[in-house]
C-alpha cells in the first residue's frame, strides 16, 4: 500500500493533466485508509483543493470545514473557507472565518506579506458586513 504522501504526488499529477474526477476518487479512497491524523490532514487538504477545482465550492467548503476540526486554529484553512464561503455566497460564514483567521495571523509570524493580509481580511471583512 502506499503512503499518503505516495497518493497525493499521483493526485497532484492527475491534477496537473486536469484529470480532477480521477484525482479525486484516489484521495477518497487514500482517506479510507489512513490511520494518521497526520495523513488525514493531508489527504483533507488535497481533497479540498481538489473539489475546487473540479468547481464543486460547496463540496470543497465541506472539505475545509472538515480540515478545521482535523487541524484546529490553522488561519490558512480558516480563509480558504473564508474564501469558499464568499464564493458560495455564505457572507456571514466568511465573515466567521476571516474574524477568526485574523487573530492567527496577527500571533504568527510577522512581514510585509503577513501586514498586507492582515489588512485585505480586515477590509473584506468590513465589506461583507455592510
Not at 502506499?2 to 499529477?13: E, K, N, R, Y
Not at 468547481?55 to 474564501?83: E, R, S, W
Amino acid at each position: 500500500m502506499s503512503s499518503a504522501q505516495d497518493i497525493v504526488s499521483q493526485a497532484d499529477a492527475l491534477n496537473a493533466q486536469g484529470k480532477y474526477q480521477d484525482a479525486y476518487d484516489k484521495l477518497q479512497q487514500a482517506y479510507g485508509w489512513a490511520f494518521t491524523n497526520q495523513d488525514k490532514v493531508l489527504l483533507t487538504s488535497r481533497l479540498a483543493s481538489t473539489k475546487y477545482d473540479m468547481g464543486d465550492f460547496k463540496a470543497a467548503l465541506k472539505y475545509y470545514q472538515h480540515l478545521d476540526t482535523l487541524q484546529p486554529h490553522n488561519a490558512g484553512t480558516l480563509v480558504d473557507i473564508g474564501d469558499l464561503a464568499v464564493q458560495t455566497g455564505d457572507k456571514a460564514a466568511a465573515v466567521k472565518a476571516y474574524s477568526e483567521a485574523i487573530p492567527l495571523m496577527q500571533a504568527g509570524p510577522k512581514g510585509p506579506t503577513t501586514a498586507a493580509n492582515i489588512q485585505n481580511l480586515q477590509q473584506e471583512v468590513a465589506e461583507l458586513q455592510k
